[in-house]
């Protein structure tokens, strides 16, 4: 009988989006035979310790899992270090994780498929990652199918892979440039993932996420993705720390189960990559930005 994967909730300042993640958690089945760990980030300052107060005050309330763990961090510890921490602390105890943030809204059959690819590929060590968001509405796309890119919106790894999560951003740029793997990194040049592994070094951002990419990309471990989301970031609204971009990354749920057959040969999927690369040629040009930027503006939003 399989054991359900622990669900690692990484929660700050945000009652409401927690509040809606935790709901559709509670609508999937597998809820009531999964393990919640919650980690609550501390306030950074005075002005934000109403909000995390107010959502530690919810987190007390949660029921419909198989147990609840909440895990208060004293200070603010940063998405990347509370995610680095919690993940490799339980993938040591479990050795397989569910991981969400708080801005996510998942389908009813999240949970099911993502233990379900947990189980089926535990013994593959080319795949390494499990990401069961899709926001390029690709219709071309198949059900699953592996690529060299891991997304971060609903996810799912094993202890086996996580050993090769190399946080040495420097080493992981020196190795991509080395190996002259910047432009297929970058989806054949039309997105900034090697930009913004450059401005994570220089400490302009704290993204456990893009080093995470590149550690797997290295080492050509795939992830398995779906052609149909079974999570919506719902983060896109300004009330994030790391958020901009409207309605680019939305995703329609799948509300159907999302069946999990082994895929074969384990090699990438090359028309899903393309399928990526027109998705982000199409969303990522200068001029797709500048009418972006000038609906904003004209919506009186004044951000860069």
Same mark, same amino acid.
């Given at each position: !009988?399989?054991?359900?994967?622990?669900?690692?909730?990484?929660?700050?300042?945000?009652?409401? @989006? *927690?509040?809606?993640?935790?709901?559709?958690?509670?609508?999937?089945?597998?809820?009531?035979?999964?393990?919640?760990?919650?980690?609550?980030?501390?306030?950074?300052?005075?002005?934000?310790?109403?909000?995390?107060?107010?959502?530690?005050?919810?987190?007390?309330?949660?029921?419909?899992?198989?147990?609840?763990?909440?895990?208060?961090?004293?200070?603010?510890?940063?998405?990347?270090?509370?995610?680095?921490?919690?993940?490799?602390?339980?993938?040591? %105890?479990?050795?397989?994780?569910?991981?969400?943030?708080?801005?996510?809204?998942?389908?009813?059959?999240?949970?099911?498929? !993502?233990?379900?690819?947990?189980?089926?590929?535990?013994?593959?060590?080319?795949?390494? @990652?499990?990401?069961?968001?899709?926001?390029?509405?690709?219709?071309?796309?198949?059900?699953?199918?592996?690529?060299?890119?891991?997304?971060?919106?609903?996810?799912?790894?094993?202890?086996?892979?996580?050993? @090769?999560?190399?946080?040495?951003?420097?080493?992981?740029?020196?190795?991509?440039?080395?190996?002259?793997?910047?432009?297929?990194? +970058?989806?054949?040049?039309?997105?900034?993932?090697?930009? !913004?592994?450059? %401005?994570?070094?220089?400490?302009?951002?704290?993204?456990?996420?893009?080093?995470?990419?590149?550690?797997? #990309?290295?080492?050509?471990?795939?992830?398995?993705?779906?052609?149909?989301?079974?999570?919506?970031?719902?983060?896109? +609204?300004?009330?994030? *720390?790391?958020?901009?971009?409207?309605?680019?990354?939305?995703?329609?749920?799948?509300?159907?189960?999302?069946?999990?057959?082994?895929?074969?040969?384990?090699?990438?999927?090359?028309?899903?990559?393309?399928?990526?690369?027109?998705?982000?040629? %199409?969303?990522?040009?200068?001029?797709?930005?500048?009418?972006?930027?000038?609906?904003?503006?004209?919506?009186?939003? #004044?951000?860069?």
């Amino acid at each position: !009988m399989m054991t359900c994967a622990p669900i690692l909730l990484f929660v700050y300042n945000r009652p409401e @989006h *927690t509040r809606r993640c935790i709901e559709s958690l509670t609508r999937n089945a597998l809820a009531a035979d999964s393990t919640l760990y919650i980690y609550a980030d501390g306030a950074k300052d005075t002005t934000q310790q109403s909000a995390v107060d107010e959502v530690r005050s919810y987190l007390r309330t949660i029921r419909g899992f198989k147990t609840v763990n909440l895990i208060e961090r004293k200070g603010n510890w940063g998405l990347a270090r509370n995610i680095i921490d919690g993940v490799t602390t339980q993938l040591n %105890r479990y050795g397989k994780v569910i991981v969400l943030e708080d801005d996510l809204v998942v389908a009813p059959y999240f949970l099911q498929f !993502m233990n379900d690819a947990l189980e089926t590929y535990k013994d593959e060590p080319k795949v390494g @990652h499990i990401q069961a968001c899709d926001f390029t509405q690709d219709p071309s796309l198949p059900e699953t199918f592996l690529i060299k890119w891991t997304g971060s919106w609903g996810w799912a790894t094993w202890e086996r892979a996580w050993k @090769h999560f190399n946080p040495d951003g420097k080493a992981l740029l020196e190795e991509l440039e080395q190996r002259k793997l910047t432009y297929t990194f +970058d989806f054949n040049g039309k997105y900034g993932f090697t930009r !913004m592994l450059r %401005r994570q070094i220089e400490g302009k951002n704290n993204s456990w996420a893009i080093r995470w990419n590149a550690s797997l #990309f290295l080492k050509d471990i795939l992830s398995l993705n779906v052609g149909r989301s079974l999570v919506q970031n719902e983060g896109f +609204d300004g009330s994030g *720390t790391n958020c901009g971009g409207g309605g680019l990354y939305a995703s329609n749920l799948h509300l159907a189960p999302l069946p999990v057959q082994k895929i074969s040969p384990i090699e990438e999927n090359k028309a899903a990559r393309q399928a990526f690369v027109r998705y982000y040629a %199409r969303t990522n040009s200068f001029w797709a930005k500048a009418i972006r930027r000038i609906k904003r503006t004209l919506k009186g939003d #004044f951000r860069a």
